[in-house]
Every structure is written in C-alpha cells, then in structure tokens.
C-alpha cells in the first residue's frame, strides 16, 4: 500500500528535559504537552542518597547540568528545562539563576529550572501570599520558603509529609488534605512542590473546591518550558493556563435567560420553566477527572488497596 501521500510525520518542537536519576513521572509531564512538541529527557547521574539537600546539591551541580544539557544537544531541542524543585531552591535565587546560567553556556540552548518557573508563575497570576504543600523534610521545605522570602513571596502556612524516599508514590488523597492544613490563612495561591509528585488531575479539583490559583511543580515547570516556544501547556481548567479559569468560578456562570417576547395578537402564555442550568460548583468538581466524579471518589478504600495512574496497583509509602 502506497502511503508516501501522508507525507511523514509532522514537524515537532523539541523541549529538552533534565530529570534526578529517581524522577518517576515522564508521564505527568507528557500530560501538559500539545501534540505538536515532543519532550526528550535525560537524568542526572545516580548517587546513593535519600531525598534531602544533600541529594538537591548533588543533583544540580554544574558539571552535572553541562553534562546532560550537552547529551540533549543531539537532538536539537529548542529550550531546556530543569525539572526538580529542590536542586533548584537548594543554593537561593543566586544559585538558581547561576545553574540557568551553566545549562545555557554549555549548549547556547535557552534554559530554564523548576524554581525559576515557579516565580514566573507567580508573577503571572499576581500572587505574592502562598501556602506551600511538600512531601520533604522540614530541612527541605524550611529551604523552599527561605528561596520565597529572598524573591519576596511570604508564606502563609505549609504542610509536608517529611518523606525521603519514593515520592511518586503519594495519592491524591495525601495531597488534598495537606492543601486543606496548607490554606488556613488565606493565602494568594497554593504550590505544591516537588516533580516527582503527582499533581495533573489534583490540581483542578484543588482550585474548585479552595478558589484560589493552585500551581505545582511540573506544572509550572512546561509552563514557562512552552511558552519559550511561543506554546501554551494543555490542562483541564488550571488558572495558570486557562483565563477563563483564573477569572474564578464566576466565569463559568451561564448568560441570563433573554426574556421570551409575545405578539401583540397572540393569547396569553403561560410562564416558561426556566432552562436547567448547572452550578459552576459543579462545574469545576467535575473538571479534570475522566470519570466526572469529584476528588472525594479517588481510591475510597486507601490505603488497604491503591491504584496508581498508570493502572498498577501498588501499595503506598508508610
């Protein structure tokens, strides 16, 4: 059969991605990709310590970053993104901007980190009050919010797991209830740290039932990774990616009814039923589970059983 009438493959943009040796979730971040760019990953060297910020150190250290930039480079991607928070955060705003600095001159390839992303999201939904949600140590997130509070972002509460190991295993569950502990205080915007966390489908759910932004690492991280490439990230109702989204659940509220007009010659009508409409509380609930149901259906009888979102089962961390 003669298929040289499809005239190949389409052409692809190419973001390069730099992942820790233990990062789990290439998945999650196909899942903020269009179809018109692909992502091409490598990780950092293995070294036999448990997440916390010596581990951060290690991971990001320059040598380390020219070293994977520069296998990227064969593949020509057009930006290169660092996607791992805490080696990111680890040295401060001067350590952040000093590692984009090393990934750019290895290759002369636009480069971006985690954390770097993270003010940028920030700037762009206006938010300067956040509460933070981590699975880490207290060491580790203290580091996050001493990274904040040097770029001028007060943290109004966190909740973290103090976990060192197997992150991508936390469900949702875990994250919301933290979210719920994180937000007393009103803050602007909630971030949940860390890559190798799981966030695509919580973070609609969040912001319905919170109303607030909520943004997460790999979240952000494509975010400002696409639009380098003049590229929007692809996301059920997330404010960061959507206006309609970050103008808040009033957006959502259907146009009034017209009021129905009679000719002069015609009889009398009975009042019409107003048409069925549907809450944007429900709306929003509903926003980026497939099933339609609302957070609270996730995995009922965890932790006796779990299923992860590749379809396994597996049982979480203790």
């Given at each position: 059969m003669d298929v040289s009438f499809l005239g190949g493959p389409q052409p692809q943009r190419g973001v390069g991605?730099?992942?820790?040796?233990?990062?789990a979730l290439d998945r999650e971040l196909w899942r903020w990709v269009?179809?018109?760019?692909?992502l091409h990953l490598t990780r950092t060297p293995f070294v036999?310590?448990?997440?916390?910020?010596?581990?951060?150190?290690?991971v990001s250290e320059h040598e380390t970053l020219r070293e994977a930039v520069q296998a990227l480079y064969a593949v020509a991607p057009e930006v290169v993104a660092y996607a791992c928070t805490s080696g990111s955060f680890v040295g401060g705003t001067a350590g952040e901007r000093s590692m984009t600095a090393a990934m750019e001159?290895?290759?002369?390839?636009?480069?971006?980190?985690?954390?770097?992303?993270?003010?940028?999201?920030?700037?762009?939904?206006?938010?300067r009050r956040v509460a933070l949600v981590t699975p880490y140590t207290k060491s580790v997130t203290d580091s996050l919010e001493d990274y904040l509070g040097e770029a001028g972002i007060a943290v109004t509460g966190r909740s973290y797991l103090g976990l060192t190991k197997e992150i991508w295993r936390v469900p949702y569950r875990d994250v919301v209830d933290m979210a719920r502990e994180a937000v007393a205080d009103?803050?602007?915007a909630?971030?949940?740290?860390?890559?190798?966390?799981?966030?695509?489908?919580?973070?609609?759910?969040l912001e319905a039932e919170l109303r607030m932004?909520?943004?997460?690492?790999n979240q952000v991280t494509m975010w400002d990774a696409l639009r380098r490439l003049g590229k929007e990230a692809v996301g059920p109702y997330q404010a960061l990616l959507d206006p309609v989204a970050r103008r808040g659940p009033a957006a959502m509220t259907p146009s009034p009814t017209l009021p129905v007009t009679q000719p002069e010659s015609a009889e009398p009508v009975e009042s019409v039923e107003p048409a069925l409409t549907v809450e944007p509380e429900a709306a929003l609930a509903s926003a980026g589970a497939e099933s339609g149901e609302p957070l609270e259906g996730f995995d009922p009888t965890y932790p006796?059983?779990?299923?992860?979102?590749?379809?396994?089962?597996?049982q979480p961390p203790v």
């Amino acid at each position: 059969m003669d298929v040289s009438f499809l005239g190949g493959p389409q052409p692809q943009r190419g973001v390069g991605i730099v992942a820790p040796f233990d990062f789990a979730l290439d998945r999650e971040l196909w899942r903020w990709v269009p179809d018109d760019v692909s992502l091409h990953l490598t990780r950092t060297p293995f070294v036999p310590v448990e997440v916390s910020l010596d581990q951060a150190r290690l991971v990001s250290e320059h040598e380390t970053l020219r070293e994977a930039v520069q296998a990227l480079y064969a593949v020509a991607p057009e930006v290169v993104a660092y996607a791992c928070t805490s080696g990111s955060f680890v040295g401060g705003t001067a350590g952040e901007r000093s590692m984009t600095a090393a990934m750019e001159a290895a290759c002369e390839i636009t480069s971006l980190t985690t954390s770097g992303a993270l003010l940028a999201a920030l700037q762009e939904i206006g938010a300067r009050r956040v509460a933070l949600v981590t699975p880490y140590t207290k060491s580790v997130t203290d580091s996050l919010e001493d990274y904040l509070g040097e770029a001028g972002i007060a943290v109004t509460g966190r909740s973290y797991l103090g976990l060192t190991k197997e992150i991508w295993r936390v469900p949702y569950r875990d994250v919301v209830d933290m979210a719920r502990e994180a937000v007393a205080d009103a803050p602007d915007a909630l971030f949940i740290s860390c890559t190798n966390l799981p966030t695509y489908d919580v973070i609609p759910q969040l912001e319905a039932e919170l109303r607030m932004p909520v943004l997460s690492a790999n979240q952000v991280t494509m975010w400002d990774a696409l639009r380098r490439l003049g590229k929007e990230a692809v996301g059920p109702y997330q404010a960061l990616l959507d206006p309609v989204a970050r103008r808040g659940p009033a957006a959502m509220t259907p146009s009034p009814t017209l009021p129905v007009t009679q000719p002069e010659s015609a009889e009398p009508v009975e009042s019409v039923e107003p048409a069925l409409t549907v809450e944007p509380e429900a709306a929003l609930a509903s926003a980026g589970a497939e099933s339609g149901e609302p957070l609270e259906g996730f995995d009922p009888t965890y932790p006796s059983s779990y299923t992860d979102e590749w379809g396994g089962g597996s049982q979480p961390p203790v």
